[in-house]
């Protein structure tokens, strides 16, 4: 039993479960903000937006992804829907994470051998003429996005970027716990599901 800031449960919200009846869920009230980005009319971007809070990232460290037709699409961050899916053919993190159907964290991530052609694609364009280099990702967590049947829907990485490990914050077990409280939620998220 995770304890810390499980001692502080609340009622989050009911859905319905696959014989009809009302499943009530608890979670811990650090993550009730969830409450808020879950229902209709929630973009990508104000879910991950949440998410970046309750785990103190940035929402650029946040990645969604819906899996389709044998491949993880991205949901968000949007500037990467247009740029590829992972294959689950693929040696991608996000690949195993779905196939494996469970969470894993990586807190030496920069020595893990793994696709980094996302990490070097550039958000769209801001303000500033200046280029962006984006920071590689030092820490990472990866959990699937299952279904009432346990069948992944798709997959929830959260990371932590920086030019040097030591300027990352490692993910702690009960930070992955959590990770995987939210991708239950995630499975019937309209933010997933639309697109």
């Given amino acids: ?12 919200m009911t859905q319905n479960n696959d014989q009809g009846m009302m499943e009530e869920i608890v979670l811990p ?3 009730l903000p969830l409450g808020a980005v ?11 937006m949440v998410l970046a809070k309750i785990f103190r990232v940035q929402y650029t460290e946040v990645a969604l992804m819906r899996l389709e037709q044998g491949s993880l699409h ?6 990467l829907r247009t740029s ?14 779905a196939l494996s159907k469970k969470a894993e964290i990586f807190n030496n991530f920069a020595r ?8 070097t694609i550039k958000p769209a364009a801001t303000d500033t003429d200046e280029p962006i280099h984006p920071s590689p990702i030092q820490k990472l967590m990866s959990v699937p ?21 030591k300027f990352a914050q490692d993910f702690s077990r009960e930070d992955l716990h959590d990770l995987e409280l939210v991708a239950g939620l995630l499975a019937t998220a309209p933010a997933l599901l639309a697109n």
């Avoid at 991205?74 to 500037?79: A, G, K, Q, S, T």
Wanted: aromatic share 8%.
């Fill in 84 to 97: 590829g899916a992972i294959p689950l053919s693929g040696k991608a993190v996000a690949a195993h994470t």
């Fill in 112 to 119: 893990v051998k793994h696709a980094s052609i996302f990490e």
């Fill in 74 to 79: 991205f949901v968000f961050p949007e500037y």
């Fill in 38 to 48: 879950l229902g209709q009319g929630v973009s990508a971007l104000d879910l991950c």
């Fill in 29 to 31: 009230e650090h993550l």
């Fill in 1 to 12: 039993m995770f304890l810390g800031k499980m001692e502080s449960r609340a009622n989050f």
């Fill in 145 to 165: 996005i299952m279904d009432q049947d346990s069948v992944v829907v798709g997959v929830i990485q959260i990371s932590r970027k920086a030019l040097d490990a």
